[in-house]
């Protein structure tokens, strides 16, 4: 397993974890030289925060860990393409790599919908690799929803 696969991982177990208790289960990881810093699931039932999204979270504590809102050298993973609100949060925390799982054709922001990690009027544009594990992501969320729905 290569250090994407293994970080990717651990962002789904994250995921995994934010479903127990009732989240959309989407996890992230930020990494620095293939170490975790940081890692958080979906948590927007639990405090009821729109804002408490796994990317977001996950910046934060890294950002904590670091002692800085910069956050160089490191890398993102997400089990889901991001959407604009954490696009915008990586760009602004200048992540220099994001490593996504399963695309997002409702509402991603790094290339599904919009493009905001590759728009060229921003100031910062992270390196995208996406459909890492993209199989197990996109089965994680779409049993959940059959769950919900059935």
Known sequence: ????????QLALERAREAE?????????????????????????ELRKDPTAHAEILA????AEALGGWRLPETTLYVTLEPCAMCAG????????????????????????????LGEPALNHRPAVISGVLGAQCAALLTDFFAGRRG
């Open 59 to 62: 910046i934060r504590a890294a």
């Open 20 to 44: 127990e208790h009732g989240d959309v289960p989407i996890g992230a990881v930020v990494a620095r030289a293939g170490e975790p810093l940081a890692a958080a699931g979906n948590e927007r």
């Open 1 to 8: 397993m290569d250090e994407h696969e293994r970080l990717m």
């Open 89 to 116: 949060a990586i760009v602004l925390a200048r992540i220099p790599e994001v490593v996504i799982g399963a695309p997002d054709p409702k509402a991603g922001a790094a290339g599904s919908v919009l493009d905001v």
